[in-house]
């Protein structure tokens, strides 16, 4: 089956088959073996379905300057906060979907570091003409003379041992290998140059890849996110290569998780909840 893309002002429709390979090829990067069935593992639809946009969209920064969703201004320095992934029911691989794109809120706010724009993007991820995901993204946009983010100054909690844990390790050809499976050009995860430029001290973790580990933290001790939301927020952000770790949250893994950089610091957080809310 061959995609299609169909753009209007107000959204976007992808449609493509869901093929192995790419599940395939996320495992391959996480080091665990390749999914043995036709159900697409939780969060992995973030690798299909995606935004292939030609070279000549893009900004300096490596994402597109016009589309859904577009900077609200010239310069503006785009940041992934988090979001909420809504499952109604697994995808199936070796059959098409299709994912809808839209913006569904935007909202001007000064924080500590200035004048800032919250948007958020709402992808609805249909199969067989029935809802499968509602997939919320919550993208900032920082004034090119904001100042940027800061890691947290203190360790949270480091030495409070929470089972079940998974870690993984994080380095430059792990970091390039996720921007590929995601199609995603930010220079801030590649380029130790334009990140220097932008005040960090080197490449900068995936928010997407921290949510995914926590997502595969429940996936791999049997919690299912299908029937619930899943809520996720980057609180700090992760530098550098390094061995990122993944713990139940205070309340226990049935309830959220997050993840420690390698200094003990949280850099993102997730909850659970039973959806019950109409989604369609």
């Known amino acids: ?34 999914p043995d069935g036709d159900e697409l593992p939780q969060l992995w639809h973030w690798i299909y379905l995606l935004e292939r946009r030609p070279e000549r969209d893009l900004g300096p ?20 906060a988090g979001g909420r992934v809504s499952t109604v029911r697994p995808l199936l691989l070796g059959a098409p979907a299709t994912r809808t794109t839209r913006v569904v809120s935007t909202q001007e706010k000064t924080g500590r570091t200035g004048p800032l724009t919250f948007v958020t993007v709402r992808n609805t991820i249909t199969q067989d003409g029935e809802v499968a995901i509602v997939d919320e993204q919550d993208i900032v946009y920082r ?45 801030i995860h590649y380029d130790r140059d334009f990140v220097a430029e932008e005040g960090y001290a080197d490449l900068l973790v995936h928010g997407p890849l921290q949510a995914l580990m926590m997502g595969e933290l429940f996936r791999r001790h049997d919690l299912s996110l299908v029937g619930r939301e899943y809520s996720y927020r980057l609180v700090s952000p992760m530098v550098g290569s390094q061995t990122m770790t993944v713990r139940p949250g205070r309340d226990g893994l049935d309830a959220g998780a997050e993840v420690l950089d390698a200094d003990g610091r949280v850099t993102a957080t997730s909850t659970l909840r039973d959806l019950t809310a109409d989604l369609g």
Not at 61 to 80: E, L, N, Q
Not at 144 to 163: F, I, M, W
């Open 1 to 34: 089956m061959r995609g299609r893309r169909v753009e209007t002002p107000d959204e976007v429709l992808v449609e493509e088959y869901l093929a192995f390979e790419p599940a395939e090829s996320l495992a391959g990067m996480l080091d665990i073996p390749a």
């Open 61 to 80: 920064d490596g994402h597109p300057t016009h589309g859904i969703p577009a900077p609200p201004g010239p310069g503006r320095r785009r940041m992934f």
């Open 143 to 187: 004034t090119p003379d904001s100042t940027l983010p800061a890691a947290s100054s203190a360790p949270s909690d480091s030495g409070e041992v929470r089972e079940p844990s998974l870690s993984l390790d994080v380095d430059t050809r792990l970091m390039f290998r996720f921007s590929a499976l995601t199609y995603n050009a930010h220079r």
